[in-house]
C-alpha cells in the first residue's frame, strides 16, 4: 500500500520548537526532548486543528492532498485514549504552555487550540530574504548566546535552548524582522515570535533544533552532513566548520524512516471504498468529486 508522505525530494533546512513543560500528555518523555515532544503532541495537534476549522463530518476529520485524494481519520481514534477532545482541550486551555489558548482567553475562540506547544519555523521559500533579515536586525549586545557564527542565523538555535537573555534578543530580533520592509513574517514565525513573549512572560524555557536540509524518497529521509555544533552545512573545503570555526570532522548523514502524514490516511481505509461517494455526498463535498 502506498504510503503518505508530506515531501519527495530535496528537503529544506528548517527549525522545530517546543517548550519545556511539564504535563499528563506528555509523561514519560524527555520534555527537553523536541523529537519526543513532537512525536507524542503531533497527532492531537493535528487532530485539534481539525476540529477548530471545521473539517470533521461525522466525527471524521477529511480533506484532500496536493493530488486531489482523499485524506482523514476518526477523531476519536486520536484523542479516545485521553479521554475525548473535551478533556484534552480543558487540560491545554489552563496550560501557559498553549500560545493559542492564551491569546482566546483574551475573548477569542473559548474552545482554541489543544497541543499547541511545539511547533515548526520555516523559512518558506524566502531562506536568503531570512538570513539577510535576521543579519540586518542582529542586536548590538549577544553575549547571551554562548556559540558565534557567521552568519548569525546559526547562533541562534546552536545553545539548543531559548531561556531568559536569549529570549528577549530573540524577540527583539523578529520584531524587527517583521517590521524590517518586504519580507513579512509567515504565520509559523508569527506563531514562534508570539510563543517567545509568552515563554518570556510566564518564565519558560523553549528547546529548539536546527533541522539541516536533506533528502526524502518517500521511505527514508536523510539528513545531510553538517556541523555537530552549529549545524550549519558542512563545507569540506574547510578543516571544521566555516560558520562556528569549530574544528574537526562533521556529524555523518542521519537516515530516519520518514513519518508521512498520520494521522491522515487514505480516507477509503477509514471508512471503506463503497461508501465514499455516499459519505462525501452527505458531508457536502461531492462538489469536487
Known amino acids: 500500500m502506498k504510503r503518505q508522505v508530506a515531501i519527495i525530494g530535496p528537503t529544506p533546512e528548517f527549525v522545530r520548537w517546543s517548550v519545556r513543560h511539564n504535563c499528563p500528555m506528555r509523561a514519560d518523555t524527555d520534555i527537553a526532548s523536541v523529537d519526543g515532544t513532537e512525536k507524542r503532541l503531533r497527532a492531537l495537534h493535528t487532530a485539534g486543528l481539525a476540529v477548530q476549522t471545521g473539517i470533521v463530518h461525522e466525527g471524521i476529520a477529511v480533506r484532500r492532498d496536493q493530488n486531489g485524494d482523499w ?16 478533556s484534552v482541550q480543558s487540560l491545554c486551555a489552563i ?14 475562540n473559548p474552545r482554541g487550540m489543544v497541543a499547541g506547544c511545539f511547533g515548526w519555523l520555516t523559512t518558506d521559500g524566502d531562506q536568503n530574504d531570512w538570513r539577510r533579515a535576521v543579519e540586518q536586525s542582529w542586536p548590538g ?10 552568519p548569525h542565523w546559526y547562533s541562534l538555535w546552536a545553545d539548543r535552548t531559548l531561556s531568559e537573555g536569549r529570549i528577549e534578543h530573540a524577540i527583539d530580533l523578529f520584531r524587527n524582522v517583521s517590521d524590517s520592509g518586504p ?3 509567515r504565520p509559523a514565525a508569527m506563531n514562534f515570535r508570539d510563543m517567545l513573549e509568552n515563554c518570556h512572560r510566564h518564565g519558560l524555557n523553549i528547546d529548539v533544533e536546527l533541522v539541516p536540509a536533506g533528502f526524502s524518497d518517500g521511505i527514508t529521509w536523510t539528513i545531510g552532513r ?11 573545503s574547510w578543516k571544521g566548520c566555516r560558520v562556528c570555526q569549530k574544528q574537526g570532522g562533521s556529524h555523518p548523514e542521519i537516515k530516519k524512516r520518514v513519518l508521512g502524514l498520520r494521522p491522515w490516511v487514505s480516507l477509503t481505509r477509514v471508512i471503506g471504498k463503497v461508501n465514499l461517494k455516499d459519505f462525501l455526498l452527505k458531508a457536502r463535498l461531492d462538489r469536487t468529486l
Request: proline share 6%; net charge negative.
Open 71 to 86: 485524506l482523514g481519520f476518526r477523531i476519536d481514534d486520536v484523542f479516545g485514549c485521553w479521554g475525548g477532545y473535551e
Open 95 to 108: 496550560c501557559p504552555a498553549n500560545l493559542p489558548q492564551s491569546k482566546n482567553l483574551d475573548g477569542g
Open 141 to 150: 549586545d549577544s553575549r547571551s548566546f554562548s556559540i558565534r557564527t557567521n
Open 183 to 185: 519580507l513579512q513574517l
Open 226 to 236: 553538517h556541523c555537530d555544533r552549529c549545524r550549519a552545512p558542512f563545507d569540506d
